[in-house]
């Protein structure tokens, strides 16, 4: 299982207990979960936090699909006044589980990545796959990062240091003395 270090909220799927025609599965965080969510991501609130999944084996290859939407409603601080912004977050999760390449681990050789090859999949640690990590991962990249209130807009504050005044031109200063002559 992880701990709070890695994920605050864990929902482990042994791997071994999904059958051959996929399931469906519904996850949803107790009160001190969410607490625990919302401390992790620097949320006020995490009033409601759901995820429904579809996990479907791949045929032998060892591969499992994990489909599914995620939906909360959290509170956030606005980035100008600090008042408590709620937000709606509507995610869909659509990942693949594979065996860890052991390969990948046990070499510490320089890794050639090619954007245009699909992503490899999520690795399956010691049989499970942790649908919580899943979710908390998800409402991370669908929180907005700058909410704002409603009208709150920043003003920067006036420049109120005052222009140096020009110094003087050593040469205007020996054309002054030249001119007195």
Do not use: Y
């Not at 401390?39 to 994990?66: C, H, Y």
Request: charged fraction near 30%; include cysteine; aromatic fraction near 4%.
């Amino acid at each position: 299982m992880m701990t709070e270090e890695t994920s605050p909220f864990s929902h482990p799927l042994l791997v071994d207990k999904i059958p051959a025609r996929g399931s469906r599965l519904h996850v949803e965080p107790g009160v001190e979960e969410r607490a625990s969510v919302a401390r992790w991501l620097n949320l006020r609130d995490v009033a409601e936090m759901s995820a429904d999944f579809q996990i479907n084996p791949m045929g032998k290859t060892g591969l499992i699909r994990v489909n599914g939407r995620l939906t909360a409603r959290v509170t956030q601080s606005c980035v100008v006044t600090l008042a408590p912004v709620e937000t709606v977050v509507d995610e869909e999760i659509s990942l693949t589980f594979g065996p860890p390449d052991d390969e990948a681990e046990d070499e510490m050789e320089e890794i050639e990545i090619d954007f245009h090859e699909a992503d490899p999949p999520d690795p399956i640690i010691d049989g499970v796959i942790d649908l919580g990590a899943v979710m908390v991962e998800h409402l991370a990249l669908g929180i907005d990062p700058f909410p704002r209130a409603e009208g709150a807009e920043f003003a920067p504050p006036e420049d109120r240091a005052e222009a140096p005044e020009p110094k003087a031109n050593p040469f205007a200063v020996l054309a002054s003395l030249k001119q007195k002559r």
